[in-house]
């Protein structure tokens, strides 16, 4: 009826086929390893509600008024003292601008980056709103395979030089660098400094996206690329969803000075700002300083739930000669990969009537691809879930082989 009215833009929008499915595993029978959720009783409530009445108390009306675009000034020293002294990563006030989580960081940059037909590259597989974010600004991919050390930075060059032979224009590469969303790999720190030294060979952005920096489960951790790289290099986005709460829809974006102020102008018409209230809340979390004890606990716990989905699936998976998944050293996903002539799309419905449920691969393909993939999310159940759940999977690969 209003095929006429909405934009080009607008047509080639998808919902997002993760969302909707989540719809469908709402029913408490069904184990589902589907969305990217944390474990809910590890939310600190108490922590929160303290924190919302000292934030009332003493700056409850400046807190529901509105406040600049760039951030509320009290989070955004914290942020930058954190980064400091946690991070080693020295930033001016300039270089931060707080968002409404990193969904909205990956809106931003590709609203200020991408003219349509403009190419990203990307994993594959990758973030499904990542792809989707891109897409809505109507950029074209590039996809690169992954293996168990992230992006194959090998794969990049080759193309980088077609396509400047093309005259292609290429804005940036997105790169989930560690415990990547979907397949729970981590980029090596050779890859890292191999792919900054391309994108200064070939004068383009790295967009970092790093939800899942925090929760490491084994192994040392690796210098982030804004770490490593020169400041005009890349964009870094930060969020507190997966370290706090989802629902506080908090979030940052660490770059350049000029295009923080490019992205501040494109919030402007967006959001004006992200909910000061928020803002103001988190910044007192983060004044008590008991954030990292905090994460301290939830990596314990998705540990025993990680190592728990790792010999389950060693337990309950048929020997199949084409049949692997990965082993993250943190995050909160796994991702399998089934012999090729299963399709992980048509099984899901047996998975449901099976009362268990995952994401199918492909939706994290732009290419169509990866159809004989799934991801499995193992945060969020408990462990006598993942075991049961594992178990109700591995029988359905078994039958299905059969
Ligand atoms: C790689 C990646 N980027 C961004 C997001 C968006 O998260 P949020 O907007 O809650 O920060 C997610 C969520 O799962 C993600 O996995």
Redo the contacts with the bound molecule.
Sequence with gaps: MFEDKFSIRTKTMKRSAIRELLKLVLNPEIISFAG?MPDPSLFPIKLLGDAVKSVLEREGKRAVQYGPTEGHQGLKEELIKRLETRRNIKINENEILIT???????DLVSKIFIDPEDIVIVGLPT?L??LGAFHSYRARFIGIPLDDNGMRVDLVEEKLRVLRRGQHRVKFIYV?PDF??PAGVTLSIERRKKIIALAEKYNILILE?T??RELRYRGESIPSLFALAPRDRVVS?Y????VLF?GL?L?YILGDKEIINQLVIAKQSTDLCTPPFTQAILCEILKRDVIDEHIKKLVVRYRDKRECMLNSLDKYMPELPDLSWTKPDGGLFLWVTLPNYMNTEKLFSKALEKKVAYVAGSYFYYNDSGKNTLRLNFSYPTLKLIIKGIQRLGGLIKEEAE
Excluded: E, V
Excluded at 100 to 106: N, P
């Design positions: 990217g409404t989580a990193s969904q909205q960081g990956l973030y709103g990542g989930i990547q969303n996206d939800p899942y986005l969020t507190f969803s997966k989802p829809r979030g």
